[in-house]
């Protein structure tokens, strides 16, 4: 798929290549100079650290990423935002950070120089119980009877504090059973029938439809990640990094965002 909606999305086409079995596709459209830069360099990979909510749409985007960069592979780390951060902080080659919360892209870019961070979406939690709702959940109060088997993020991860705040805002104090490492890990306790309900992101519980059903509840309202993205300074991919980020800031990009759940920052 080629993208005509950024400049910096045209792909450089050698001149030979054009004239020996590209001549039928003429629309005659120059190739920017920064993807001239970086085929001229080498590049092969691009490597995404990303929080494990974005595992569904970034992967998304990174096959239509390399779809239209021919030869060029978007590896990705998906995990908690925390641990991410950690990682690159201690010298993971990591190309681009996209960050379930400004806190833990904070991390990132006080010890290390990046691109100013750009909020690209918003997240909110619901309540994700198994498909029959074995323990009748119906709003947020019902986690904390003692019957009930909850599982929450950490609260050093973006989803735990998102959690915290909007547990805070009801008043009330939940006591989980199991504490996990990033959204993913706390979803699968649901799916796995471990749990009576978790706190996730809307997105998750959209990603994982058949296999769990989400409850909406008003203080997730007030407990609203925003999600920034940036590219390292040192980054090895240099100018595709950047296109990538711009695929992801595009419409094409909001897109598919939008329509896994996240919301418009």
């Given at each position: 798929?080629?993208?005509?909606?950024?400049?910096?999305?045209?792909?450089?086409?050698?001149?030979?290549?054009?004239?020996?079995?590209?001549?039928?596709?003429?629309?005659?459209?120059?190739?920017?100079?920064?993807?001239?830069?970086?085929?001229?360099?080498?590049?092969?990979?691009?490597?995404?650290?990303?929080?494990?909510?974005?595992?569904?749409?970034?992967?998304?985007?990174?096959?239509?990423?390399?779809?239209?960069?021919?030869?060029?592979?978007?590896?990705?780390?998906?995990?908690?935002?925390?641990?991410?951060?950690?990682?690159?902080?201690?010298g993971a080659?990591?190309?681009?950070?996209?960050?379930?919360?400004?806190?833990?892209?904070?991390?990132?870019?006080?010890?290390?120089?990046?691109?100013?961070?750009?909020?690209?979406?918003?997240?909110?939690?619901?309540?994700?119980?198994?498909?029959?709702?074995?323990?009748?959940?119906?709003?947020?109060?019902?986690?904390?009877?003692?019957?009930?088997?909850?599982?929450?993020?950490?609260?050093?991860?973006?989803?735990?504090?998102?959690?915290?705040?909007?547990?805070?805002?009801?008043?009330?104090?939940?006591?989980?059973?199991?504490?996990?490492q990033d959204?993913?890990?706390?979803?699968?306790?649901?799916?796995?029938?471990?749990?009576?309900?978790?706190?996730?992101?809307?997105?998750?519980?959209?990603?994982?439809?058949?296999?769990?059903?989400?409850?909406?509840?008003?203080?997730?309202?007030?407990?609203?990640?925003?999600?920034?993205?940036?590219?390292?300074?040192?980054?090895?991919?240099?100018?595709?990094?950047?296109?990538?980020?711009?695929l992801v800031?595009?419409?094409?990009?909001?897109?598919?965002?939008?329509?896994?759940?996240?919301?418009?920052?």
């Amino acid at each position: 798929m080629v993208f005509r909606r950024l400049s910096r999305w045209a792909i450089a086409v050698p001149v030979a290549l054009v004239i020996a079995g590209l001549s039928g596709c003429g629309s005659g459209e120059p190739a920017t100079s920064s993807a001239s830069t970086s085929a001229a360099a080498g590049a092969k990979e691009v490597n995404v650290f990303a929080a494990a909510s974005l595992t569904e749409t970034f992967t998304e985007l990174g096959k239509t990423f390399e779809a239209a960069h021919p030869g060029v592979t978007v590896k990705f780390n998906f995990g908690s935002s925390a641990t991410l951060a950690q990682q690159i902080v201690q010298g993971a080659p990591a190309d681009v950070f996209a960050a379930a919360s400004p806190a833990t892209m904070k991390t990132v870019t006080d010890a290390s120089p990046a691109s100013g961070p750009t909020t690209f979406a918003r997240n909110k939690l619901e309540i994700a119980v198994p498909k029959d709702n074995p323990a009748k959940v119906a709003e947020l109060k019902d986690l904390t009877d003692p019957r009930v088997k909850v599982a929450l993020c950490a609260e050093q991860v973006p989803c735990g504090a998102a959690a915290v705040k909007a547990l805070d805002a009801a008043g009330l104090k939940v006591t989980p059973v199991t504490l996990e490492q990033d959204v993913k890990a706390t979803l699968t306790k649901v799916e796995l029938g471990e749990v009576d309900a978790a706190l996730v992101y809307t997105t998750d519980v959209i990603a994982a439809a058949g296999k769990v059903q989400g409850i909406a509840f008003p203080e997730a309202d007030k407990a609203i990640n925003d999600y920034p993205i940036t590219t390292l300074s040192k980054a090895p991919a240099g100018d595709l990094a950047e296109q990538f980020v711009d695929l992801v800031l595009s419409q094409q990009g909001k897109d598919v965002l939008t329509k896994a759940g996240f919301e418009a920052p």
